[in-house]
């Protein structure tokens, strides 16, 4: 028979309590853990019978955490950091050349200079595997409270991350948004200011995608109305390849667009300039604290630093080769 503290430390309990804590809604927390409302309800409600008290209250639709509930969290955060403690310990006694490294990039970033530095690290160290998971900021989030991450890349700054407390940051680069759009009058101008590029509709990136939040956050400080979408996609070449057929105006990021061959794009009266004033972000390794004392990550890092010193990260872009108009035509 299960004793108290196995009913309420069981993985699967804390991993469904924290869910509802972290998004407060039955539906939405049932839906990401892949299980049925009625039975997410039941598993919270046998949590509470074991602990002899709510942990959540309704005012209204609105769920609400109880003073216990509060404790709960807390406890169980303090749990899932001993645990991913005493995966860290363990794993600085290992080799810093096998095992394995687990990359969470956000699903937008172009992975090419991250591609080509695997290649060459798996060259010296061909037991040493990088596994590439391609994620949603909410993902990465999760696999890093998890453990089931070592380095986040991500975009920064973040304001959907709320507790940085047991995170470090490490800058890869610093990098902003450039306007891809096809209206001649603003070609001479190396610079543009928002309230010009409203003229016809954009292609984006989905609406929870970081980049897509940025922008419509600076559309917002700025005051003006946000571009009505034509259509949205993932990936950066997606983009492109559709403001180029359809007319539509976009914006990429600089490190993506080094590739691009601008001048062929002139000629064809696609024109790309930078936004007045600039849309800027940074692209970050993100790690728990002491993650980068496991021989294997602070050796990678530290090779990464490496393999940017002899060419840096927008230099490395550009050499998978300039693509032109026609790589992106119907």
């Known amino acids: 028979m299960k004793t108290t503290q196995e009913s309420i430390f069981s993985s699967k309990t804390l991993s469904y309590f924290l ?13 990401i853990l892949g299980i049925t409302q009625p039975a997410l309800t039941q598993q919270i409600k046998k949590l509470e019978r074991t602990v002899e008290t709510p942990l959540f209250y ?13 404790i709960m969290l807390k406890t169980t955060h303090k749990i899932y950091d ?5 995966t860290d310990e363990i794993q600085q006694a290992t080799s810093s050349t096998n095992g394995e490294i687990n990359l969470g990039i956000l699903a937008s970033i172009e992975t090419k200079v991250f591609e080509d530095f695997a290649l060459e690290l798996y060259r010296e160290n061909p037991d040493l595997v990088i596994n590439f998971h391609m994620l949603t900021r909410k993902e990465i989030w999760e696999s890093l409270e998890n453990n089931k991450i070592d380095l986040a890349i991500m975009y920064l700054p973040d304001e959907s991350i709320k507790n940085w407390k047991p995170y470090s940051t490490k800058n890869i680069i610093s990098d902003d948004l450039l306007l891809i759009h096809h209206n001649s009058d603003l070609s001479k101008k190396k610079k543009v200011r928002l309230k010009d590029v409203n003229d016809r509709p954009w292609v984006m990136y989905p609406q929870d995608y970081y980049l897509n939040q940025t922008l419509r956050e600076t559309f917002k400080n700025q005051m003006v109305d946000f571009p009505t979408a034509a ?19 976009t914006a990429l990021p600089k490190s993506y667009m080094v590739n691009i061959n601008l001048k062929d794009l002139t ?16 692209l970050k390794f993100v790690y728990r604290k002491n993650k980068n004392d496991i021989p294997r990550i602070g050796r990678f890092l530290s090779k990464f630093d490496e393999y940017l010193s002899t060419k840096d990260y927008l230099s490395r872009c550009r050499l998978s080769g300039l693509r032109n108009k026609g790589d992106y035509a119907k």
């Not at 804590?21 to 927390?29: G, K, L, S």
């Not at 309704?58 to 509060?70: C, E, F, I, P, Q």
Request: glycine share 4%.
């Open 58 to 70: 309704s005012v209204g639709k609105k769920l609400r955490l109880t003073d216990a509930g509060y």
């Open 19 to 31: 869910q509802l804590a972290d998004t407060m809604n039955y539906t939405q927390a049932a839906q």
């Open 267 to 282: 000629t064809e009266d696609i024109f790309v300039s930078e936004f007045d004033p600039k849309i800027k972000f940074d």
């Open 82 to 86: 001993l645990l991913n403690d005493a």
């Open 231 to 249: 259509a949205r996609y993932t990936m950066p070449e997606q983009i492109l390849k559709f403001a180029i057929n359809t007319g539509t105006n």
